[in-house]
Structure formats: C-alpha cells, structure tokens
C-alpha cells in the first residue's frame, strides 16, 4: 500500500481530512496546503510548536504598514477593543468554517486602508475581493459602528478617535503578519486569537450576539 496523496511512499500518518494514512512527506508539504488541517491534528500541532520555536524575525519591510508609528499606550489604552475585536472575528469564523488567516489578513488590510482614508478627510471604502473576505470586512465594520456607539453611550461623548480605530487595526494585522505561517490554508493566527481570548472563544462556542466589556 502507498500514500494516497503521491503514490509513492508508505503511509504512516493517519489524517484526519483524507480518512486514511498518508506519508509523512506529504503531510508535510500540503498541511494546510492542499489539505484543509483541522485545528486539533496532533501533526498539526506538533508542526505549529516546531515553527513557533524556530519562528525567523519578520524583515522590516515585510511588517504591514512600515510606515505607521504609534505608542503602544494606545493598545494597553483600547485592550477592550482589541479583545473585542478579537470576539468579532472569532463569532464569524464560528458561522464561516472556511475562513482562514489569509482571509483575516485581506479583510483587516482592507479596513486599515478604508481608515487610512478616513483620517484624510475623503471616505472610502476599499473592500477585498474575496466573497468570505468582503463578508468579514462588512461584519468587522458593523461592529466598530456599534462599539463607537456603545462608547459614545456609556461615557456622554464619543471617546474613540478614528486615529486609535486605525492605529488597533494595523496593531492587529501586524500580530496577524506575526502569528500566521502563511500557508493558503493556515488558521495559526486564528488559534492564535482562540488562545489568548479566552471570553471570545466561549463566545464562539455558543454564538450570542456581540456583547460588549
């Protein structure tokens, strides 16, 4: 018997997605590739520990939005947004079970140039391609108006600059660019998102509505 996948090979590794064994070549090279891992594979797991240890610097030119400078007081200052944002992208991603890292990454990308040109006096939006992308885009936007009304609410006047809406969403895309491994099919930065926001995943598990900190 030879591994499904290249014909050639002994199956060693049983996956989860194909049903049957492959060989460790294979699994290798078309994780997340060509096969569509789920989140609790052992060989997944096991991969994504190896390349978190041995994870390279990003070169600065390869870090989104080079050219944007901010204090991280404005992070530490908006943490509750970031975590809701964080339960956001998590309550799509439980209704959108194909969404992956690069579908975040587009859809975040496309809400930091939509703000950019905010910040310049002419609004508009530049919304990805992608359908699954575009419908996180809209989903995203949605929530950053309720948020800024729900702010507005609870403090008499609204508190959040459209420069610190803009300054969290390259935060986010640049820890995105950070977590992911840039395979096709990588969900890393979404695990990602899972482990470190503990609320938003008990809020992805039962699907409410958004609720605010």
């Known amino acids: 018997m030879s591994c499904p996948i290249c014909e050639k090979r002994k199956p060693k590794r049983f996956c989860p997605v194909k049903g049957e064994k492959i060989c460790a070549v294979c699994c290798g090279t078309e994780r997340e590739v060509t096969i569509d891992c789920p989140g609790d594979c052992s060989y997944l797991l096991s991969a994504r520990r190896y390349e978190i240890e041995h994870r390279k610097l990003i070169e600065p030119g390869d870090v989104p939005y080079p050219d944007v400078n901010f204090s ?91 420069s610190e809406v803009f300054y969290v969403l390259v935060f986010l895309l640049r820890v995105g660019r950070h977590e992911t491994n840039g395979r096709p099919r990588s969900r890393a930065f979404l695990d990602f998102l899972r482990s470190h926001f503990p609320r938003a995943t008990e809020a992805e598990k039962e699907s409410p509505r958004i609720v605010m900190p």
């Open 72 to 162: 991280m007081d404005v992070v530490h200052a908006r943490s509750a947004m970031i975590s809701s944002l964080a339960y956001s992208i998590l309550e799509f991603a439980a209704e959108n079970k194909s969404l992956n890292d690069g579908d975040v990454m587009a859809s975040l990308s496309a809400l930091v140039e939509t703000h950019r040109t905010l910040l310049s006096g002419i609004y508009f939006e530049r919304q990805p391609e992608a359908p699954v992308s575009r419908a996180l885009y809209g989903h995203l936007g949605n929530f950053l108006q309720k948020f800024k009304k729900q702010d507005a609410a609870r403090t008499g006047f609204s508190s959040l600059k459209d």
